[in-house]
């Protein structure tokens, strides 16, 4: 049972360079979420997807976008990346809205040189 | 979403029951309170909610207090694998995904044998 999956683990990106995190449930759930954790703080919600077609700007949307592809697939793309978005990505997903919580992924640990 | 308070850390001996407690003396009548956990560079984990009742699951107890303001997340038996960040958050209870869980900066608990 694999729960969300997110892919790459790790990446190191020059400035200016653009990458897309990629994150995939198998559990049917119809919401995700894409948060950012920087060390020593608690997560930050980036964008979020309430179901399949929709997507909206989290607390700290700023040069991200994102897409959902599917009801399992939801990507994180940095078009143009900054030394500010070192940081750990998580996604995680839910059922019926968020109600009776998150399943989150392991991370992907991005930084920025 | 009303803000809580929690200490910043907290040890506990392996084997004893780790009481965490959760101030949110601005909650609304329509906000649950929910428990995550975050063990050290992993995703967080979901443990426990509730609205006004205390509540108990096979990871923990919540017991919240009569007038909503103050909460305690009790692990019974505590163990080494316990140790990690405790998140405690309010949140507006429903089935939509824009009922945002915001993490503040959470209970570092260390568990010592």
């Known amino acids: 049972n694999a729960g969300v999956t997110q892919t790459p683990k790790f990446q190191v990106l020059k400035t200016g360079q653009s990458m897309t995190l990629q994150c995939a449930q198998d559990?049917?759930?119809?919401?995700m979420y894409w948060y950012r954790q920087d060390p020593g703080m608690g997560l930050r919600l980036i964008y979020y997807s309430a179901s399949e077609g929709t997507t909206d700007k989290g607390e700290v949307p700023n040069g991200y976008n994102v897409s959902r592809l599917n009801k399992r697939e939801f990507s994180l793309r940095l078009e143009s990346a900054a030394p500010s978005q070192t940081s750990v990505y998580f996604c995680a997903s839910s059922a019926s809205g968020g109600n009776y919580g998150y399943t989150f992924g392991s991370g992907t640990r991005l930084t920025v040189v | 979403d009303a803000k809580t308070t929690q200490p910043t850390s907290m040890d506990c001996a392996e084997g004893r029951a780790a009481n965490l407690p959760c101030n949110h003396s601005t909650i609304s009548g329509n906000e649950y309170v929910y428990w995550y956990r975050q063990i050290h560079s992993q995703g967080p984990q979901y443990i426990i909610h509730g609205l006004k009742n205390n509540e108990t699951n096979e990871m923990a107890s919540l017991i919240i207090t009569e007038d909503r303001k103050s909460s305690t997340l009790i692990l019974p038996h505590a163990t080494l694998r316990d140790t990690a960040v405790y998140y405690c958050?309010?949140?507006?209870?429903?089935?939509?995904?824009?009922?945002?869980?915001?993490f503040g900066g959470g209970t570092r608990l260390m568990v010592k044998p």
């Open positions: 559990m049917n759930h119809n919401s």
């Open positions: 958050i309010v949140r507006v209870g429903g089935n939509n995904a824009g009922n945002m869980l915001t």
